[in-house]
């Protein structure tokens, strides 16, 4: 069974109109507004999940201090090769696995985030917004969230968009 063009439009631009929180019609205010709400998201998420990394890695640190004692004293007699491989073992999983710089790198862009939620409620609280400030303000945004998802987080290699593809990808709703 096939859904008509008509019905698919319809509910494609009631799904698209209600997905921020935005009541203003299309414009730069409009964009302002939904940019806002984006980097309050990003600003919130990034910095739990920043936490979540971090009392991780402490975590994972304490288990592996805890499990070391555990075993001089259950073995007694340890010796000291044993101790340094196993001391070795853990800062090479904590290293390796980017475990210390990945909360710092969430925290970052965490940060970032709240930049341009200050930059985008102050050029929408400056009276009246052209459609280039908002398009330039939401396209460092995209860069900035692809830079920090992909060259921080991710450390994927990537040639990143320029200003005048990400401005024909974004759309003011």
Not at 113 to 121: H, P, R, S, T, W
Request: glycine share 6%.
């Amino acid at each position: 069974m096939a859904i008509p063009v008509e019905t698919g439009s319809k509910v494609r631009a009631r799904e698209q109109g209600s997905f921020y929180a935005s009541t203003r019609p299309r414009g730069p205010v409009r964009a302002l507004e939904n940019l806002q709400e984006s980097a309050w998201w990003t600003q919130h998420l990034a910095s739990f999940v920043g936490w979540i990394a971090l009392l991780s890695t402490l975590g994972l640190g304490l288990v592996a201090l805890w499990s070391l004692l555990v075993a001089l004293s259950v073995l007694g007699s340890a010796s000291p090769i044993m101790v340094s491989n196993v001391i070795a073992a853990v800062v090479a999983l904590i290293f390796a696995g980017n475990l210390v710089r990945l909360p710092c790198d969430y925290f970052a862009f965490s940060h970032d985030a709240k930049e341009f939620d200050g930059l985008a409620n102050a050029l929408a609280k400056s009276g009246t917004p052209t459609e280039n400030d908002a398009l330039r303000l939401v396209a460092d945004y995209q860069q900035s969230v692809e830079r920090n998802a992909e060259g921080r987080l991710i450390r994927r290699r990537r040639r990143p968009l320029g200003l005048a593809a990400l401005m024909t990808r974004a759309t003011i709703r």
